[in-house]
Every structure is written in C-alpha cells, then in structure tokens.
C-alpha cells in the first residue's frame, strides 16, 4: 500500500505539473486525494502549487474539516467544491482544479468543448459542459456543478477554469491535461478556418471503442439522460446535459434520424 507520504509527495509532483505546464499562474489550483470515505489530503490555499513539499499538505474530514494541517497552512478555499465531487462521485479518488489558459478562455467566453474533431477527446472525455458561474469558495460553484457530476468526468467553470476528476491522482490530471489539449486544439482549428468535425457514425465508432475497452469514470456517450432517452447524446448537445433530460439536444438531422429508426422498428414487428 502506498504510505501517506508517497501521496503527499505525489500531489507535489502533480502541482508541479500543472505549474509547469501554464496550467496555473502564481497561487492558482489545487488537488486533492482522497484516503477513505473520511480522510482526503489537499493542497493548502494561498500557496504555488509548483513550490510545494509534502509538509505543506493538508487533511480534511468529508466536510472539508482540518483534521491535520501544519502551522502556516490550511486547506484549499475550494475545499468546499472538491468534497461536492466526492460525495457525489464514490468512484472518484482524485480531483484537480486548474485555470490552462485555452480551457479557461472557453469557460470565459461561454463556449462549452462539444464539436468532435479528435478521438482521444471524444474518447476520453465525449465533450466539456460549462457550469455556470460561482464565486470562489463559496457553495456558488460546488451548487453548480452538481448536476454534471454524474455524467461527466471534466467540466469547465464559467468565468473561472476547469475541473477534472477520476480514479486516481495521475488520472485526474491527466483528465484536465485532457481538456486543455482539446481546448487548444479547438480554437487553433477554429483560427484556421474552422474545425472539420468527425461524422456522428465516426463518432459512435469511437463510443463504442470506449465501451469495449470498459475504461472507467462518465462519459455522455453511455450515460448522458438523453442517451437513456434514447436521444442522440454527447456531441450534439451542445454541453447542456444536465441532470434532466433536455428537450433541445440533439439536431433535428439527429432527431430525424432517430425518429425513423423508431418508425422502421416498429414497422419490422
Ligand atoms: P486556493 O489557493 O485556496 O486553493 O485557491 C486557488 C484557486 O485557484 C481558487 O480558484
């Protein structure tokens, strides 16, 4: 079993990481891991998270409580968002929260990551919504963000950056790296006369690989309400899916589609 220390260390080298990587400027970010149902270590708040040693991490209870913190340090100030993903996500062991500069430009212009243009993020991540805007540290963005934690494994915060989650530390970053490739690719396609999408039967094919290889986390493309509804999913919902199914996903060339299966089904009885 991998002792307290190691993960504190870990979470150092992570927050190096993403320092590194422009992923955050001076004091942004923070990570977390969670020990069991009670115990969760945390980066502590105020501090660069490419500066940190392992004596600077911190221990919450599920309420985001100190349990153990030394002096000088205390826990994130969005401690509050990162237990929100916990308590609704019992498979998530880890959650990173970062400002990468292409992810945080969509957040800021309102534009949510949905149009298909490489496998990997459609694979790994199916699209981006956006929740609507809190202000830091308070319950504003854990409220937010609820309702997409059950379909999603990465959303990006209005006006604010990104949050990624998964089943371990160095998935969870890799998540946010994710979306940050993605973003960058996004708008760099889109500079350069617009981003050629992959077609919707490419993209089922790539929702299928994703089923086969059983990866793990949420992914619209099997758990999306509309899915369940029998609604195209994902892609064309333009990041709005939520916990309800919405009425205006899908386009009507999707609905059209879908709508004609159905008839053919009942036809072929
Ligand atoms: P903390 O230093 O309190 O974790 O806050 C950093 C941040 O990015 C807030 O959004």
């Known amino acids: 079993m991998v002792s307290e220390y190691e993960i504190k260390k870990q979470i150092c080298e992570i927050g190096k990481r993403i320092y590194d990587r422009g992923m955050v400027a001076s004091n942004d970010g923070n990570i977390s891991v969670k020990l069991n149902d009670n115990e969760f270590l945390c980066t502590p ?38 237990m929100r993903v916990y308590k609704n996500r019992p498979d998530v062991q880890s959650v990173v929260h970062a400002h990468p500069m292409y992810a945080t430009a969509f957040a800021i212009a309102g534009i949510p990551l949905t149009q298909p243009i490489m496998p990997e993020a459609v694979i790994a991540l199916g699209c981006v919504p956006i929740a609507e805007y809190g202000t ?3 319950d504003e963005i854990p409220d937010a963000v609820e309702k997409y934690l059950p379909y999603f494994d990465a959303v990006l915060l209005e006006n604010h950056g990104a949050l990624a989650f998964s089943d371990s530390l160095l998935n969870a970053y890799h998540k946010m790296e994710s979306v940050e490739f993605y973003a960058k690719l996004l708008y760099l396609s889109n500079q ?78």
Do not use: W
């Open 192 to 269: 350069l006369g617009g981003a050629k999408e992959l077609s919707k039967s490419q993209v089922e094919r790539l929702f299928e690989i994703r089923r086969q290889f059983g990866l793990p986390g949420k992914h619209p493309a099997n758990l999306c309400p509309n899915a369940k509804a029998g609604l195209p999913s994902c892609h064309s919902c333009k990041g709005t899916c939520g916990a309800t199914l919405n009425a205006d996903c899908g386009s009507t060339e999707d609905l059209v589609a879908q709508i004609t299966k159905k008839v053919m089904e009942q036809l072929n009885k």
């Open 45 to 82: 708040t105020g501090v660069s998270k490419g500066f940190m040693t392992p004596e600077y991490i911190c221990k919450v209870d599920a309420e985001g409580k100190v349990i153990q913190a030394n002096p000088g340090f205390r826990p994130s100030s969005e401690i509050k968002m990162h």
């Open 136 to 138: 830091p540290s308070t």
